[in-house]
């Protein structure tokens, strides 16, 4: 028996201590005291506050669950003041993206106006008009120009060839100016003025019903070649608007008077 108790008091002897549970009260313990409370222990202990970096990211996590979710008053207040600002933010970027485009098809409006106004022709601006064809004082406009290719003006030394209204100071030219008369002017009295008072020609009657004979609109070419002695080889080539043709070879005599001035004394037929 007496074996039996010293095994029982070698056994509590060697088994550790079973851990106590905390006081009811564990903070009332005395200062002088050692705080024998288990760690494990501190967990349930409402008035201790552990300082480690987990328990501080558990506060924090904590914490803004229960910003979103407490139960506080002001919470829907605060929610629907951010989704009024969200919105009132929503309808800035709208409003901003909308005055955008706006500008953008401004712009691209007046660029496409610009560029039709350039492409479309004015019908209000005034046209540039033909050059006008100029006509010699008392020429018939009624006459078509002699085509280029028939009758070509040209004048050398001793040939002048054309149908212009020639002039009054060479022998030629005042040849041009009787045939122009007779054909553009159709006016016996300026064909008479370029004839000396006795020259060798049809009176002016005859001259009168000799060009009412020739239908208006005829075109003449005339060609002129110098022949000795003031003398001239005369040949008048003559379109009708009926598509006649005749041709005339006339010798002139030209004589230049006291002023200067160049007359025809002389109009024969050749062979005459």
């Keep these: 028996m007496g074996d039996a108790v010293i095994e029982q008091e070698d ?83 709208v409003r901003e993206r909308s005055a955008l485009a706006a500008i953008v098809v401004a712009v691209l409006a007046v660029i496409a106006l610009i560029v039709w106004v350039k492409v ?47 002039n009054l100071n060479t022998a030629p030219g005042v040849i041009l100016h009787l045939e122009y008369a007779w054909y553009v002017l159709r006016d016996a009295t300026v064909v008479r003025s370029l004839l000396t008072p006795d020259a060798k020609a049809a009176p002016e009657q005859a001259t009168r019903d000799a060009i009412s004979a020739v239908p208006a609109g005829t075109q003449h070419c005339v060609t002129i070649s110098r022949l000795p002695a003031d003398h001239w080889d005369v040949n008048i080539d003559e379109r009708r608007p009926d598509g006649t043709k005749n041709s005339w070879q006339q010798t002139f005599t030209t004589t230049t008077g006291g002023d200067g001035r160049v007359l025809i004394s002389s109009i024969i037929a050749s062979g005459g």
């Design 11 to 93: 056994l509590t002897a060697q088994r550790p201590a079973m851990p106590a549970l905390p006081p009811t009260n564990p903070g009332r313990h005395r200062a002088d005291e050692p705080d024998t409370t288990p760690a494990w222990a501190q967990w349930l202990d409402e008035d201790h506050t552990p300082d480690s970096e987990a328990t501080t990211r558990i506060r924090r996590v904590t914490s803004a669950e229960a910003d979103l979710l407490s139960d506080d008053p002001m919470a829907p207040l605060v929610l629907a003041a951010r989704e009024r600002a969200a919105q009132t933010r929503r309808r800035r970027e």
């Design 120 to 166: 479309t022709p004015d019908d209000s601006a005034p046209q540039a008009l033909p050059a006008p064809t100029l006509v010699p004082a008392g020429a018939n406009p009624s006459q078509p120009a002699a085509p280029g290719a028939w009758c070509q003006a040209a004048e050398s030394a001793d040939r002048v060839s054309g149908s212009s209204s020639g």
